[in-house]
């Protein structure tokens, strides 16, 4: 174990953030990394729990936590790093945009501030970059099988690697130009600088995967091609078909767009590409509405801030939750709490209880919205509902709208069923505990399966369903 | 059906030491239990007599059962009387067979002060209980306790293992109103590896075991049967309901409602959730309601009263040893476990059959009369009025544990400092049985002209007792053996002076009394840890092993006594500095004039010379610590306690410095 009394003798100290004016002029990381002596007391703030909660109800990977806090506490980087690896593939990625269930179970967060165990992940695996610790490991025998694996995002990606270090041929799919899914558009390089995935995806290449971009499954190629050239199938194509808002003036004015749209450019323009002007997005001296009060609404508050928005204004039509974790959640289940990202610290205001009422244009543009606020009351079926309030209603100026209002699952159907999969009533694929979907060979992971959710998340699922076609395909003669 | 409020009436809390969980944890299951009418336990290692006070909210943090374990740590005269029921625990179920040891560390000013240590020494409680190496012994320990507290009952807590039935049979014989059958899963968190993988069995087995010798015997309508061993559901308890069980103990899953997270760090102190810590830090962030605790024990009674109706009983006494409602599904056991074979468990033949199920007894204890009874009608001025009084009175070796009951009925009225030195005065001529002055109290001195038998002053609290030979007698005192093996096991004050040679384990255990012996047999001073021993000729090998605490001061002209110490924890010194001086000269003037011993004479006479002649068997431990405490500045009273109680102990005529 770490030091036995280390949760006594160091406060938890979250990693510093550059200054709000100094990181809003560019596109570059937000958080510091702290010096290796920080890191050790950090971690000896593990208490090696008899039951860890990190590691059996936080983290969806299943990290093996505390075993690697105690063994940063001693120094032992290498063998920390293995174990850290042994059960995440890509702990970069991770380390820097998981909303870490792990720290929210925490034991020590039942009463005190939670290990950082983010970010000990984050300094563990950059140390291993640096020393060259981490190096292609190919597959010492060829298993004679094939594998497409259709989308390139974290589920995808861990999938991949784990197929082609269990000795198949991998072939990555991804309708994008470049690999990465939500990682690489979406995410805004402000969270995650793309260099990282391209690092990653140079030691995935070494050891066999091979990219396939610009292709999309199902308009290029269909799924039965692919079943005729492989021995499976993997689908991780996202939960990739927004949530669209029933408003006045949605259909027909100018200016309302999907945040995932306005993100995808950003991130197209940080990585060089031009952007056809007819089709641009831009914040710049603009009154910005994000409608959706969550992470994606999140970057695209930082995203306007750093385009030069003239103001920003998010809105969210739930109550606004509790600083502190709510009693209704408490430890160790995920808190409901609210919660503010390194945006929020950057500029804009956060209003909750607001519902969008209309879009009021001007020569075919939007130019404000009109609003009021609602009140949560129990409807007849039990379920909480909005109620507008009288006498609330206001307008502000809005010349962009950005729409953050998650993903529907209706759209994965569509694309699963469009595969020839069978899916339930609530949209999900039907799937045994391979992962495999009702067409034998045919398999799926990550937010296509269950909904928009996290990269840890999607990442847990691409290797066991990497596991689960190994499996069934040892099954196949 | 039985109400919920009835059914809890038989669940307890199961011993944990004040000590291994924290005061907060402690105190909270015994407000817990004592609300639901039900019991909690001391555990072993003594109980603050503040929560023996009612709080103004009414709650009461007493525990209702005190245990008396083999290190009798805080067993005081005070301790016993301020019980409903009194606890022997021969083994714990997670770690039969082994003793106990309480680090340094762990040992705060708090627990040194119920425990009647010093703070910071580490505490060993040894494997055996050294008054007990057979049944017999036992069922004198029992009498002991039964004639100390004449209204609490005894338990004894055995483990579940091969064999628990025939012990479980000695146990009832020995007039034990319950019998306790502790599973191997209990308590596990600070037990050592070995014993939490590798002892004891399930509680199950044992109780069915139980079940059925005492059945066998005959015995099972003279004593009610207790179990515990990771109790968690109601199933769990209707299961032990039926195999036999009438009370129903609980542990870890306690500590849980309380905030235990399984964190395992019992034994570093660590605890984070102030359960199972002394650190202050730690404890200021325990929240244990005792509101948790009692609506936990309410859902199970509920549960249990669930399955109890679909069984079709109205009350648990219906329910309790009705075995033959128990199967099991084969379904259930594949493979290597299809081979179990379930009869021995489930069937009941024989003799046993025709017997009671369940305690027959309607008494909460089966009271035993004892010599004292007399005693404390002949003391009554002293008793009532504080008089002084001196009795003359014979003695024979059927008189067993003389002195316990009017020491009792002494703290009862005056508490624990009892009456001034000397009030009573019990002459007695005669042969002394066992036990002679246990639980003696402050204020009464016995006076045996004659001889005693084992375990003289077991726990002892204060008081004198003083051995001399018959005044007819023609042999040289100092080499004729005069008292029994096993003095002064547990004591914690008072003073015991024997004109003559005493058994085996002088003195074990001992934290707090005083003596002058003239020799002691093998393994004297064993596990000693306070007050302070004076032996005035030969002793047997094994002198002061595993002894943390106290003194010794030995005579010894030979210059062989360091071949018979046992030097793994002291060290052996001159005796120089003028306290130790003092000390001794004064133990000795007092044993002279108590006893009138000729050798104390000889060596007082000639004390310049023989002084070379003693040895200061000192622990390393116990001089470091009370270095320490002598450069700290005393902060409170309380603080000193522990170490004034080694040299200042009650009876103070004369004994300045000791
Ligand atoms: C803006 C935004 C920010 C987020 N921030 C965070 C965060 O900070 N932390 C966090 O944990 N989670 C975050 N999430 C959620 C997280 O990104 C997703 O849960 C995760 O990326 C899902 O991974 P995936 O591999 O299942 O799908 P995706 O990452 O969506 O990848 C799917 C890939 O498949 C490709 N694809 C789809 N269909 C086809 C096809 N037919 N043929 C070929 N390719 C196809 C897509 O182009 C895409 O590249 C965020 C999500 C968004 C939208
Ligand atoms: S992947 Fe996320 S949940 Fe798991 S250890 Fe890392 S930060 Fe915690």
Redesign the pocket.
């Known amino acids: 174990m770490a030091k036995p009394t280390g949760f006594l003798e160091f406060k938890r100290q979250p990693p510093s953030k550059r200054p709000v004016n100094e990181r809003v002029k560019d596109w570059r990381e937000i958080e510091q990394a702290w010096p290796e002596v920080k890191l050790e007391e950090q971690a000896a703030r593990c208490m090696d729990c008899g039951v860890p909660f990190c590691h059996m109800s936080g983290c969806p990977l299943k990290n093996v936590i505390p075993e690697w806090n105690d063994l940063v506490y001693r120094k032992q980087w290498r063998a920390a790093l293995e174990l850290l690896h042994s059960t995440n593939n890509f702990p970069e990625v991770?380390g820097?945009?998981?909303?870490a269930p792990c720290e929210a179970a925490c034991t020590l967060g039942a009463n005190d501030d939670p290990v950082t165990i983010r970010q000990i992940e984050l300094h563990l695996v950059e140390r291993g970059w640096r020393e060259g610790w981490i190096q292609p490991q190919p597959a010492a025998m060829s298993s004679g099988r094939k594998v497409a694996v259709?989308?390139?995002?974290?589920?995808?990606?861990?999938a991949a690697q784990q197929l082609a270090r269990a000795g198949h041929a991998v072939v990555v799919?991804?309708?994008?130009d470049r690999?990465?899914?939500?990682?690489?558009?979406?995410?805004?390089d402000f969270?995650?600088e793309k260099w990282i995935l391209d690092r990653r995806l140079n030691q995935m290449k070494a050891e066999g995967v091979s990219f396939e971009t610009g292709?999309?499954?199902?308009?290029?190629i269909s799924v039965n091609y692919l079943l005729r050239h492989f021995d499976a199938i993997l689908?991780?194509?996202?939960?990739?078909v927004p949530r669209d808002i029933q408003a006045k003036g949605r259909g027909e004015l100018k200016g309302i767009h999907f945040?995932?749209d306005f993100?995808i450019q950003q991130n197209h323009r940080v990585a060089g590409d031009t952007v056809p002007t007819a089709a641009e997005i831009s914040a710049k001296g603009k009154n910005v509405v994000v409608i959706g009060g969550g992470?994606?609404g999140a970057?695209?508050l930082g995203t306007a801030l750093r385009q030069g928005a003239l103001d920003v204004l998010q809105v969210e039509i739930l109550p606004k939750p509790p600083a502190q974790r709510d009693a209704s959640t408490p430890w160790p289940l995920w808190p409901y709490m609210l919660r503010s990202?390194s945006s929020h610290d950057e500029g804009g205001e956060r209003r909750w209880n607001i519902l969008t009422q209309e879009f009021i244009g001007k020569d075919g543009r939007v130019v404000a919205l009109r609003g009021c606020e609602v009140e949560w009351k129990k409807a007849e079926n039990g379920r909480m509902s909005p109620v507008e309030k009288p006498g609330t209603e206001f307008e502000v100026p809005a010349d962009l709208v950005l729409l953050?209002m998650g993903?529907t699952k209706e759209g994965n159907a569509k694309?699963l069923n469009?595969c020839g999969l069978a899916t339930t009533p609530a949209s999900d694929p039907v799937l045994d505990r391979n992962f495999m979907g009702s067409v034998p060979g045919v398999f799926v992971?990550?937010?296509?399966?269950r909904g928009?959710?996290?990269?840890?998340?999607?990442?847990m699922?691409?290797r066991e369903a990497a596991a689960g076609v190994t499996r069934w395909l040892a099954t196949k003669a | 059906m039985e109400s919920v409020e009835s059914i809890v009436k038989r669940f307890v809390v199961s011993a944990m030491s004040f000590g291994s969980i924290s005061k907060e944890a402690h105190e909270t299951v015994a407000a817990a239990m004592n609300r639901l009418g039900a019991s909690s336990n001391s555990g072993e290692g003594g109980e603050d007599p503040r929560r023996y006070k009612l709080l103004p909210n009414g709650d009461s943090l007493k525990s209702k059962v005190k245990q008396i374990a083999s290190g009798r740590f805080g067993v005081t005269t005070e301790y016993v009387i301020n019980s409903d029921e009194l606890q022997i625990k021969v083994a714990q179920g997670a770690k039969p067979g082994e003793g106990g040891q309480l680090p340094g560390h762990k040992v705060s000013e708090d627990i040194a002060r119920v425990r009647h240590t010093t703070p910071g020494v580490t505490l060993i409680s040894p494997p055996p209980h050294h008054d007990i190496y057979s049944i017999e012994d036992l069922a004198q320990l029992i009498y002991d306790l039964k004639c100390a507290n004449p209204k609490a009952r005894v338990s004894v807590k055995l483990v579940s293992e091969v064999g628990v039935g025939t012990i479980a049979s000695g146990v009832a014989k020995a007039k034990a109103d319950m019998v306790l059958i502790a599973g191997h899963d209990g308590g596990t968190g600070a037990s050592p590896l070995t014993a939490i993988k590798h002892a004891g069995l399930p509680w199950e087995l044992g109780l069915a075991e139980t079940q059925q010798s005492l059945r066998q015997n005959g015995l099972r309508d003279r004593i009610r049967v207790q179990v515990d061993g990771q109790l968690r559901t109601g199933r769990d308890l209707v299961t032990a309901a039926l195999l036999g069980a009438e009370e129903y103990g609980f542990a870890t899953v306690i500590l849980v409602t309380l905030g235990c997270t399984m964190m395992r760090k019992c034994h570093l102190n660590t605890c984070p959730f102030g359960v199972a810590t002394q650190d202050p830090r730690l404890r200021e962030r325990f929240t244990g309601q005792p509101e948790h605790v009692v609506n936990f024990f309410h859902f199970l009674a509920q549960e249990a009263r669930e399955l109890m109706a679909q069984l079709g009983f109205r009350t648990f006494d219906e329910m309790i040893g009705q075995t033959a409602r128990l199967a099991y599904n084969p379904a259930d056991f594949t493979g290597k476990a299809a081979m179990l074979d379930f009869k021995g468990i489930l069937e009941v033949n024989g003799r046993a059959a025709s017997q009671p199920v369940t305690c027959q007894r309607t008494a909460w204890r089966e009271g035993v009369e004892c010599f004292d009874d007399k005693l404390i009608a002949k003391c009554a001025p002293a008793l009532e009025r504080k008089e002084k009084q001196v009795l003359d009175l014979p003695i024979r070796n059927v008189h067993r544990t003389v002195g316990a009951r009017l020491s009792g009925e002494i703290v009862r009225r005056y508490g624990p400092k009892g009456l001034p030195a000397g009030t009573i005065q019990l002459n007695f001529t005669g042969s002394a049985g066992q036990s002679l002055g246990a639980f003696l109290a402050p204020g009464v001195t016995l006076h045996i002209e004659g001889d005693a038998n084992d375990y003289i002053g077991k726990s002892m609290s204060g008081g004198r007792i003083i051995i001399v030979p018959p005044a007819a007698a023609t042999f040289t005192a100092a080499d004729n053996v005069i008292a029994g093996n096993v003095i002064l096991y547990g004591a914690t004050g008072g003073e015991v002076y024997i004109n003559g040679l005493a058994g085996e384990r002088f003195a074990v255990r001992n934290s707090g009394a005083r003596a002058v012996v003239e020799g002691v047999g093998d393994h004297a001073c064993e596990y000693m840890t306070g007050g302070c021993v004076v032996v005035l000729g030969p002793t047997g090998s094994n002198f002061a092993a595993g002894m943390s605490g106290g003194i010794a001061y030995v005579y010894d002209p030979t210059g062989f006594f360091d071949t018979r110490c046992n030097l793994d924890m002291v060290d052996l010194e001159p005796v120089r500095t003028d306290e130790d001086l003092t000390r001794l000269r004064t133990l000795l003037e007092r044993h002279i004039k108590f006893t009138g011993s000729a050798k104390a004479q000889q060596i007082l006479e000639q004390w310049e010379s023989q002084l070379a002649f003693f040895v200061k068997v000192m622990p390393i431990d116990y001089k470091l610590v009370l270095e320490r405490m002598k450069q700290t500045p005393h902060r409170e009273d309380e603080t000193v306690s522990a170490t004034e109680e080694v040299y200042n102990d009650g009876e103070a005529d004369g004994l300045s410095g000791i």
Do not use: Q, W
């Open positions: 991770t820097r945009v998981c909303p259709v989308g390139s995002g974290p589920a995808g990606l861990a799919f991804e309708a994008h690999a990465g899914g939500v990682l690489r558009y979406g995410i805004p969270k995650l292709i999309k499954v199902g308009e290029d689908l991780a194509g996202g939960a990739r945040a995932m993100l992470d994606t970057d695209c990202s953050a993903f694309m469009g992971a990550g937010d296509l399966n928009a959710s996290l990269v840890v998340r999607a990442m699922e691409g």
